[in-house]
């Protein structure tokens, strides 16, 4: 294509690329903080608010938002610029944070975070396009280490700002604090980021959207519900399994034939994306199995504070951050396949504490097991996303990098609603072969409660943390044989580059 037919067109001499690339770290420090306080008040928010049961819908909203929107933000991103549509997401995340400190049910707040992931589908890719837009290959490299540095920076502030807002003020203000630095990052974007776009007419995928969400959301509800609510064999589960992939198949149909379609088939005939993509999910899932309900387990199990349980999840993103610094010094001195599959060992090694853990261990057993899974992640993601954004042209890279970001998602997505469904059914099933009577998961909300379990006779404590246990361990269970998935795909990446940018 030439230059004259380009959707865009770059100006780089009107980008001031060190304002910008502030800019885009304050972006993703919003994706990095948002991770480690909302996952370290969570207990508390349901201790405060209930619905234990609804507990895998505050992460899975967010995320089936985000899922369904990334590949439309990527497309919307090559064909209008990056600049109006960063813009967009980041107010819509905006107005979502603000309403999420509102909520007064557990309701109101699922809703409120599928507002805030309509708009979060936009931060992560988009930032990491432009990156890719404005420096080279080489210099990517290096910059994973800036991204690196962000990740490291708010796994420490995460936690305990979370755990300050928890204890001393409200935890409505994990979701406030996105306002200033989001504004900040829209203000460095729009003023110093300078493109031009060619004004062409354009269709968006509409339809493929529509069929992704209702396809994503029937198989989000099947992985909450079955087991619990419904029946695996009962017909809400069978209808709703054959509406998933039936979406799915015609999603595929409509990609094929439009005109301008929101996830391009031809960039899944590259072998270094489809496999850089299918570990993305896969290691999707590890990561909010992670950051979903090892909180739980360490508050709710070994009766600790939120800034433990936090400081348990620091351990994953520091370790992510010493991988994704290491790897992007040498992934081009040992090659990409090898890092990866160090990655993917890492990953594994990590899993295995976690399957092992036990309230005598102590918490800093399960810090192990985090810091060495966000090693792996850091070898790992650092390869898939370098890799992907080099295997393809300019004007294919943003819906290039959001297909990733989709996989992570969708596979955080998958994972929230899955484990969920895996603990809620097991947690229903031991707490009525203890007591010969179907209680409601809920009454957990107690357990999570500090003043409320303090009330409850040592027995009863017992006896529902014990059900937590079981339930939690078949949820790292879980973890463990996706981790094992995701190592056996590591083995098939491609050693593979398009020469330096």
């Not at 928890?166 to 979701?175: C, E, K, P």
């Not at 960039?267 to 850089?276: A, N």
């Not at 993103?317 to 060992?345: E, Q």
């Not at 190592?487 to 940018?501: E, M, Q, S």
Request: proline share 3%; net charge positive; charged share 10%.
């Amino acid at each position: 294509m030439h230059e004259s037919e380009q959707v865009y067109i770059r100006k780089s001499i009107k980008t001031n690329r060190s304002i910008v690339l502030a800019s885009v770290l304050l972006a993703i420090f919003i994706a990095a903080i948002e991770g480690t306080i909302v996952a370290t008040a969570i207990p508390s928010i349901v201790g405060d608010l209930g619905g234990f049961s609804l507990f895998s819908w505050v992460f899975s909203s967010f995320l089936l938002a985000q899922a369904v929107t990334i590949p439309i933000y990527g497309k919307l991103a090559d064909l209008f610029g990056r600049k109006p549509v960063f813009t967009f997401g980041i107010i819509v995340f905006l107005i979502g944070s603000v309403l999420c400190g509102f909520a007064k049910t557990m309701n109101m707040l699922i809703i409120y975070r599928l507002l805030q992931g309509i708009g979060a589908g936009a931060v992560q890719p988009i930032a990491t396009t432009i990156i890719g837009d404005i420096f080279s290959l080489s210099e990517r490299a290096r910059i994973q280490g800036y991204i690196s540095s962000v990740w490291g920076v708010s796994s420490i502030i995460g936690p305990a700002l979370g755990a300050f807002f928890v204890q001393y003020v409200h935890w409505a203000w994990i979701f406030w604090v996105n306002v200033p630095i989001g504004m900040l990052a829209v203000a460095g974007i729009w003023v110093f980021l300078g493109e031009a776009v060619h004004k062409q007419q354009h269709t968006i995928d509409y339809i493929g959207s529509g069929l992704i969400f209702i396809s994503v959301s029937a198989l989000m509800i099947v992985f909450i519900q079955a087991g619990t609510v419904w029946a695996w064999s009962s017909v809400p589960v069978l209808l709703l399994l054959g509406l998933s992939f039936v979406g799915f198949y015609l999603f595929i149909l409509q990609e094929k034939h439009t005109a301008e379609p929101i996830m391009p088939l031809e960039i899944w005939t590259d072998s270094l994306l489809v496999v850089s993509n299918l570990a993305t999910l896969t290691t999707g899932i590890v990561i909010i199995g992670i950051s979903s309900f090892l909180p739980t387990y360490i508050q709710g199990v070994m009766g600790k504070s939120p800034i433990i349980s936090g400081f348990v999840l620091a351990f994953m993103t520091m370790g992510w951050v010493m991988g994704a610094s290491i790897a992007g010094k040498i992934m081009f001195k040992f090659g990409f396949r090898r890092i990866a599959i160090i990655g993917g060992f890492w990953i594994l090694a990590g899993s295995m504490f976690l399957i092992t853990m036990a309230p005598e261990r102590g918490w800093l057993w399960a810090g192990v097991g985090s810091l060495l899974i966000g090693i792996g992640m850091g070898f790992a993601r650092t390869v898939f996303i370098v890799g992907i954004q080099d295997s393809v042209e300019w004007q294919m890279r943003g819906v290039a990098t959001a297909s990733n970001m989709f996989m992570n998602i969708l596979g955080n997505t998958m994972g929230a609603a899955l484990l969920g469904g895996v603990l809620n059914t097991k947690l229903t099933s031991y707490l009525k072969g203890v007591s010969g009577e179907a209680f409601s998961v809920d009454v957990v909300n107690v357990l999570l409660d500090p003043v409320k379990r303090g009330t409850l006779p040592n027995g009863v404590i017992d006896l529902m943390t014990s059900g937590l246990t079981i339930s939690l361990h078949y949820v790292f269970y879980g973890v463990c044989i996706v981790s094992v998935l995701s190592f056996i795909l590591v083995l098939f990446f491609p050693n593979k580059t398009r020469d330096a940018l």
